[in-house]
């Protein structure tokens, strides 16, 4: 249940290291110790702090967390809030941490002590709404011992009115005066013509030109078409100044054949609301090269095979604009879209796209920004990015099949005012924080990279920025740019149930030696055992809670049992606990190897794995709700070695936590389970997840896993547990693996 990460090399250091002399280990089949009481304690002397309990206890960190979740209905409804060790959205497997489901509403506030992994640096919390619309926001664990979330936004929650926050606002469509005056020369015909610098022309409205035309060098010329020019030229060059205009019901295109158009200078084409420049069914005949403050402004329709742009090249569209390919290739290109633009190829080497009503493409590869003003949507098919800067504005949307990021790291990020909502199905990032998600980016997917590493994290994001689990919570209302919009009602009349029961918690590995207080060989497989605590609650109380636990090995020969103490229950609000006792106590079982299906008293699954691992669950039923849960904080969980009946008995706890008040004492350990003699403690615990590892029988646990010498004297390396000398350990993984033949 562990997970296995790749091996960092750490200089190796001997257990040894610890001792304050050669001590001779006692093997685990050490004769039971009948202990004698230790001596009465000085009260006036306090008791000393032991820094290997503290280590490890510092496997996990105790945390009070509070989380205010906006509430649009008043406290008519619950929220549902969980924390979890990963993004639940991205990683199907992610575990909650015990304790921290619960319902909330303004007038039920979300308070919980929790215990954090220390190998978690990121919270992904959880909110589902009352009518099961959810979403997973992730927040930094910060210092401390306590730590507030504020989430906003989540499905119906109103915001802010969906204000223009991004630089897509500063995009100005230029102004055409489309007006010939006066002073012109008329064309039409097949012949050809020679243009003159410093002239306008004007093709009229029911005239063709069919004719090669010579377009002057020196640029300057004006061109009219208010009826039809069918280029025939396979080049034409336009020249600083050389301008042309589509009037109403105009149109240029080509007949047959490929042709290219070079645009430089500050060379323009206009094409006005009713104009045509190329046309649907020969879009594949017409080129056009831009650069040099070239610009395309259209409030027509275009419909061309290609465009590169380069230098301070730019289009501006008002109609409809349909391209098979466009390229940019400087930061200076600009293209703003005000309405329908489909390209379905665009290689973005650089420069800047402002959308701010539709923008479609099969195949989108792109290193420049992009902004998506209020309400726009672009539906980009299959996005490739290194590079990119997306901004979304409030009620924008990206709808898309895959997007893939790598190299140079891309940021999604959304406004201040609103959520945005980012509609992928497939995302794959690679490399070191190759995407960034920032402030209100709603984002939709059904298969996500998973960001398994929290050291070397391919995607970022933050605490705004929300995961759908389903369909995105983002109300867009339909509008002739949106495709539809985005409309999520949820299901159901409302959650008014404020009980809660939580299931698919993180489990806990439990490693016991059972020498004490002996010295024992130090392998920790005298008893390993998983644990998953689930609470039940009705609002912020606890009503009971369920300890599931899979007993996977036992490497004792004595008969070993396992039972736990809830360290702030007072037996007396417990049903069934052991008597006899102040706190609540239960056993769990009194023969490990019984359990596991053995009548003899030989390790069992500290080999290889020959016997399937017995799993049992524990019910504590409160005798009236209690305040908090139960988790790994308060669990004390301990194995017996001799009669667990014994009013006497030999206990073993984790380094850290106390005896029950039926444990033996002993001059040689000290009151949390540290040996005196060697400063070694006899049991300790792992978060776990998807698989457990152990120690083999007979290999010590510094040689099962490397780093564990330097944690255990206070090197910061609470990860240890996921550095495993793959030969030396026996391994789980999950299902549970079938035992060997």
Excluded at 22 to 31: F, I, N
Excluded at 99 to 124: C, W
Excluded at 285 to 306: A, F, P, Q
Excluded at 453 to 462: A, G, K, L, N, R
Aim: hydrophobic share 35%; charged share 25%.
């Amino acid at each position: 249940m562990i997970k296995h990460m790749k091996r960092r090399v750490f200089t190796k250091v001997k257990f040894f290291a610890l001792f304050l002399f050669a001590v001779l280990m006692a093997a685990c089949t050490a004769d039971v110790y009948e202990p004698k009481p230790d001596p009465t304690p000085d009260p006036e002397k306090p008791e000393e702090k032991n820094p290997v309990s503290d280590i490890v206890s510092s496997i996990s960190k105790k945390k009070t967390l509070d989380v205010n979740v906006a509430d649009a209905y008043d406290g008519k409804y619950y929220y549902t809030v969980e924390v979890f060790t990963e993004n639940p959205t991205i990683v199907p497997t992610a575990k909650m941490l015990p304790g921290s489901g619960q319902k909330t509403n303004s007038k039920l506030p979300y308070r919980v002590e929790l215990s954090f992994p220390e190998t978690m640096t990121i919270a992904y919390i959880r909110v589902t709404d009352p009518f099961e619309r959810a979403a997973v926001y992730a927040f930094d664990i910060v210092e401390g011992e306590s730590m507030v979330c504020n989430i906003g936004g989540t499905a119906t929650t109103p915001t802010k009115s969906g204000a223009a926050q991004l630089r897509s606002v500063s995009a100005d469509f230029p102004e055409i005066d489309y007006k010939i005056g006066s002073d012109y020369e008329t064309l039409s015909g097949n012949k050809k013509v020679t243009l003159r610098t410093g002239k306008t022309y004007l093709i009229p409205s029911g005239s063709t030109l069919s004719g090669s035309v010579s377009l002057p060098g020196e640029g300057n010329v004006k061109i009219y078409v208010a009826g039809t020019w069918n280029i025939v030229d396979n080049t034409l060059q336009m020249e600083k100044g050389t301008s042309v205009f589509i009037l109403g019901n105009g149109v240029v295109d080509r007949t047959k054949g490929n042709g290219k158009i070079s645009m430089i200078g500050s060379s323009m084409i206009a094409v006005q609301d009713g104009g045509r420049f190329g046309s649907e069914k020969n879009n594949d005949n017409i080129n056009l090269d831009m650069t040099n403050y070239s610009s395309i402004i259209n409030e027509g329709s275009v419909e061309l095979k290609g465009v590169k742009m380069d230098s301070f090249a730019s289009i501006y569209n008002k109609g409809e604009f349909d391209i098979d390919d466009l390229t940019t290739s400087n930061m200076t290109c600009r293209i703003v879209n005000m309405k329908e633009m489909e390209v379905k190829k665009v290689h973005m080497n650089n420069g800047q796209l402002d959308n701010f009503c539709k923008f479609e493409s099969e195949d989108f590869v792109v290193r420049g920004m992009i902004n998506n003003a209020p309400s726009a949507y672009m539906d980009v098919k299959h996005l490739t990015a290194a590079g990119l800067t997306l901004f979304m504005d409030a009620k924008s949307m990206w709808e898309g099949e895959k997007a893939t990021f790598s190299g140079e790291s891309s940021n999604i990020k959304g406004s201040d005012t609103d959520y945005a909502l980012f509609k992928v199905k497939n995302i794959d990032a690679k490399g070191f924080k190759s995407l960034n998600y920032q402030k209100k980016i709603n984002v939709e997917c059904k298969k996500h990279v998973v960001n398994t590493d929290p050291y070397t994290p391919v995607f970022t994001q933050d605490s705004e920025v929300a995961f759908s689990d389903g369909q995105g919570f983002v109300e867009i209302d339909e509008d002739s740019c949106n495709n539809g919009g985005n409309h999520n009602p949820g299901v159901g009349p409302g959650d008014t149930d404020e009980s809660y029961e939580e299931v698919e918690t993180l489990p806990y590995t439990y490693l016991f030696e059972d020498g004490w207080p002996s010295d024992g060989d130090y392998d920790m497989n005298d008893l390993v055992v998983g644990v998953e605590i689930l609470n039940s609650k009705v609002g912020a109380k606890t009503a009971s809670a369920t300890v599931k636990y899979i007993l996977y090995a036992t490497g004792a020969t004595r008969q070993i049992g396992l039972g736990f103490q809830l360290d702030n229950i007072s037996a007396s609000a417990v049903s069934g606990s052991e008597a006899g006792q102040a706190k609540a106590v239960f056993q769990l079982f009194t023969d490990a190897h019984s359990l596991l299906g053995s009548s003899s008293r030989t390790p069992i699954n500290t080999h290889k794995i020959l016997v399937t691992p017995a799993e049992r669950s524990e019910l504590i039923q409160f005798n009236t709700p209690i305040d908090g849960v139960v988790n790994a904080n308060n669990l004390n969980l301990f194995i017996v070695t001799n009669d667990f009946d014994s009013d006497r008995r030999n206990e073993v706890h984790v380094a850290g936590f106390k005896g029950t008040d039926k444990a033996a004492l002993d001059s040689r350990s000290s009151a949390d389970y540290v040996s005196k003699d060697t400063g070694l403690m006899w049991a300790l615990y792992v978060p776990s997840a998807d698989f457990a590892t152990y120690p083999k029988e007979n290999v010590r646990i510094d040689d099962a896993y490397e780093g564990f010498g330097q944690w255990i004297k206070g090197v910061d390396m609470p990860d240890w547990y996921q550095n495993y000398v793959e030969d030396k350990v026996v391994k789980y993984e999950y299902p549970l693996s079938e035992p060997e033949e």
